[in-house]
């Protein structure tokens, strides 16, 4: 059996909505020996915070994902504050900048995005970031706020991870490294230093092969980390004790 923390879900999502409690249930038997489920709004988190009260391997963070901001009210910091609160949360998140979908608000993103990044360096908690086509401003914000925390579902070039290294940052991978087109995230996970690495599914999403296109979900990691030590000349069981290791580091969780 392969022992799985999964770093990053959305169990939330309306995709799970018909089997969500059974899928869960299994877990316990499968392996999985912790799953941060991120927010994305106040709503989101809320469910969050939620799932990790059910489960005790799940884990949650809060906060505005920057397709969400529309969301975000006057009061937006002080409810993500209240709900971090929570004992079972571990990180700020999902932040960050989407210059993919949305690119007419870019300075409003990078205004939410930084707020919550002091917010989290007020509450001592490390920060997930999304980042899509807005790796320059991202590490601009990063290296004037140095947060703990990691760049997930990571898209940059080795280029840009050096940069994020160089912060004390980790890089979260998932089902891209195992697509037919994955040469730059195959150069990522071959270059990455294994004490900087998180495994992630961001399920429903980003199912890896074989099941891409299908609903992703948290024992497929197993295929990710196949496929990272297989560029690493490593073992499957050397990179998940290793991305184990790293997350209860970072998220300050006892496996």
Not at 116 to 128: K, R, S, T
Request: aromatic residues 10%; charged residues 30%; glycine residues 6%.
């Amino acid at each position: 059996m392969d022992f799985i923390f999964d770093t990053h879900a959305h169990y939330n999502d309306k995709a799970f909505d018909e089997d969500r409690t059974a899928l869960l249930d299994s877990f316990s038997e499968s392996g999985i020996l912790g799953v941060i489920n991120c927010g994305t709004d106040i709503e989101s988190s809320k469910k969050s915070i939620e799932l990790s009260d059910q489960y005790d391997f799940m884990y949650c963070a809060v906060g505005f994902h920057p397709e969400d901001i529309n969301k975000a009210g006057e009061k937006y910091i002080e409810q993500i504050k209240e709900l971090s609160k929570n004992k079972k949360c571990v990180a700020i998140g999902e932040i960050g900048l989407d210059y993919y979908w949305v690119k007419d608000n870019k300075e409003e993103q990078k205004r939410i995005f930084t707020e919550q990044i002091i917010l989290a360096n007020e509450l001592d908690l490390p920060v997930i970031v999304h980042s899509r086509d807005a790796h320059n401003d991202t590490l601009e914000i990063l290296k004037k706020y140095k947060p703990k925390g990691v760049l997930h579902c990571f898209s940059g070039s080795v280029e840009v991870m050096k940069e994020v290294l160089k912060l004390n940052m980790y890089i979260g991978l998932g089902g891209t490294v195992t697509f037919k087109n994955a040469r730059v995230p195959l150069e990522v996970a071959e270059n990455l230093p294994p004490d900087r690495l998180l495994l992630e599914t961001d399920c429903p999403y980003m199912s890896p092969v074989p099941y891409r296109g299908k609903r992703n979900q948290s024992t497929y990691i197993s295929y990710v980390a196949e496929k990272i030590a297989e560029v690493k000349n490593l073992t499957k069981e050397e990179i998940l004790t290793t991305a184990n290791k790293n997350a209860s580091e970072l998220f300050r969780i006892n496996l």
